[in-house]
C-alpha cells in the first residue's frame, strides 16, 4: 500500500527548509520572524491576545543551585 502522504517526510523536509532560511539570523531575529509569521496566520494571531507574557525569570546562581542540592542530599541521608 503506496502512502499519499508521508507526515514524517514532509515534516523533516520542512525543518531543513527553515534551517538554511534561518542560517544567517541570530535567535533574536529567528524569534522576531516567528512571532512575525504568527501574527499573519488567521488561525494563531486570535491567539496572540489570549496569551499571557510571563515575568522574567530570575535563573538561579550555581551557589544556590550546589546549596539546594547538598540539602536535599544532606536531608534524605539523615535518620
Known amino acids: 500500500m503506496k502512502k499519499r502522504f508521508d507526515a514524517v517526510a514532509w515534516m523533516r523536509q520542512r525543518r531543513t527548509q527553515i534551517d538554511e532560511e534561518d542560517a544567517a539570523l541570530t ?3 529567528k524569534r522576531q520572524r516567528t512571532h512575525e ?3 499573519r ?3 494563531l494571531a486570535p491567539l496572540c491576545a489570549e496569551a ?7 535563573p538561579k546562581t550555581r551557589k544556590k ?3 539546594s542540592d547538598s540539602q536535599r542530599r544532606t536531608r534524605a541521608h539523615r535518620p
Open 37 to 39: 509569521e504568527v501574527l
Open 65 to 67: 543551585l550546589l546549596s
Open 52 to 58: 499571557v507574557v510571563p515575568e522574567k525569570v530570575r
Open 41 to 43: 496566520d488567521p488561525l
Open 27 to 29: 535567535w533574536a531575529q
